[in-house]
Every structure is written in C-alpha cells, then in structure tokens.
C-alpha cells in the first residue's frame, strides 16, 4: 500500500489539474472565507464559516479529486495492473487514496485552526474532529461510488458536479438556518448531520450527548456510498 500512495503522492505534484483542484482550491476558498469572516458572521456564526470551509475542502480537494484520480487510473489501465501485484483491491484502493485524505486533513486542521486563532476557539474541540473525520469518510465513500460510473477524468467533470453543488447547498441552508425548522430533512440529506455536528462543536450550547446522534445520518451515507461502490465500481474501461 506505501509504494502505491508513494507513487501516488507523486502523481498529485506533477498532474496541475489535479494540484489545482486539492490544494489550490480548497486553500482559496479557506483564504477567503476566514478573510471575510466579519461579513459573514453578520448573517450567520462563527460555527457556519468552519462548517463551510470545511465542506469545501472535502467537496472539491478530496471528493473531486478522488473521482478524477480513479477514474484516470483505470483509464490508463493502471488499475488493472496493479491487480496483478501482491496488493489486494482495498490495499490499492487504500494506497491510491491515502495521499488525498492526508492532504485533505492537514487542510481542514490548518484552515481551523487559522480561523480559530483569528477569531475565537471553538466550544468543543473533542466534538470537532469526530465530526470533521465523519465528512471526511462520507465524501470518500461517494467519491468511491461516484468513480464507478465515471468513465474518464474529464466526464469526472459532470459526474461530480451533482454531489459537490448538492452537499455545499445542504451545508450552506443548514449553516445559515440552523435546524429549527424542517430538522428531520435537513439531517437526513447528506452533509445535514454533519454541518450541525460542526455548528454544535464550534458555537458551543448544545450537549455533547445530543449531538451524538447526528454522526448517524452521516455514517448511514458512508454505508451507502460503500455498498454502492462495491456494486458500480470498476477495475477496467468499459468496452
């Protein structure tokens, strides 16, 4: 698995599209949110910006390029040759895979924590991070099961775009309206759960143990988007 995400990692710096899609993206977005912070806390919270940013990142850095990556890898056949290597699918999977999701991470801890620093810590740390690794973990499973139906980096390019454009909406209505009104629905839709789990951790007042229950919704999306990558997923082109 190590020499694959080696190789991998390697792959991220010398391909621009993808360099430009998972980190000078999600860095951009960062930059922008945290320096306009004081225009949005004006009609949302401090907890709204992290959620936000945080979506960014894991929507066009890790889901995107996860999308693009496998599809491209298959492609070129690349895929199929590393099935016939000692490493097995989850191995591969796992080793093409490893570099975006730690890449992704640091992003996310970096970026919150310049927010943090500029304007105020978040109420609960321990709640955070779960909440952070949760959409972290749904975005790649449907970046898995998106990749089974995508032919070539470039149809990644229309395959995504129902998902990412769907997710940051959901963030962005729950970030700014709470969940007062119409809670059931906004929790249920993917990246719902997730984005009140954010809200609660960073603007505080809400008990950890109530909060709890809403790393359900976003690990049933996980176990969604696994099951549907095991059935749409694909190691070779189509012919």
Do not use: C
């Not at 010398?14 to 225009?39: D, E, Q, W, Y």
């Not at 080793?95 to 609960?124: E, H, K």
């Amino acid at each position: 698995m190590l020499p694959i995400a080696r190789g991998e990692l390697i792959q991220i710096f010398r391909n621009r599209l993808v360099l430009v899609t998972s980190l000078v993206l999600p860095i951009a977005f960062g930059a922008m949110f945290i320096g306009l912070h004081k225009t949005f806390q004006r009609v949302a919270s401090l907890g709204y910006i992290a959620a936000m940013v945080m979506f960014f990142v894991v929507t066009i850095g890790l889901y995107t390029t996860t999308v693009t990556t496998l599809a491209a890898r298959r492609q070129n056949l690349f895929l199929k040759r590393l099935r016939s290597t000692a490493a097995g699918d989850r191995g591969i999977l796992a080793g093409l895979l490893l570099p975006i999701v730690v890449i992704t991470l640091v992003q996310v801890a970096v970026i919150l924590a310049v927010l943090a620093a500029v304007t105020s810590r978040p109420s609960d740390v321990v709640l955070l991070v779960p909440a952070v690794l949760a959409a972290v973990a749904m975005m790649l499973g449907l970046g898995l099961a998106t990749a089974g139906h995508t032919n070539s980096p470039e149809h990644a390019q229309v395959t995504t775009m129902p998902v990412m454009i769907g997710v940051l909406s959901v963030a962005g209505w729950v970030g700014a309206t709470g969940t007062h009104k119409l809670a059931t629905l906004k929790r249920l839709l993917p990246g719902g759960s997730a984005t009140e789990l954010v809200l609660n951790a960073w603007n505080g007042g809400v008990a950890v143990r109530d909060s709890l229950i809403l790393f359900a919704p976003t690990l049933a999306w996980v176990a969604v988007a696994v099951a549907l990558a095991g059935r749409m997923f694909r190691w070779e082109p189509r012919r």
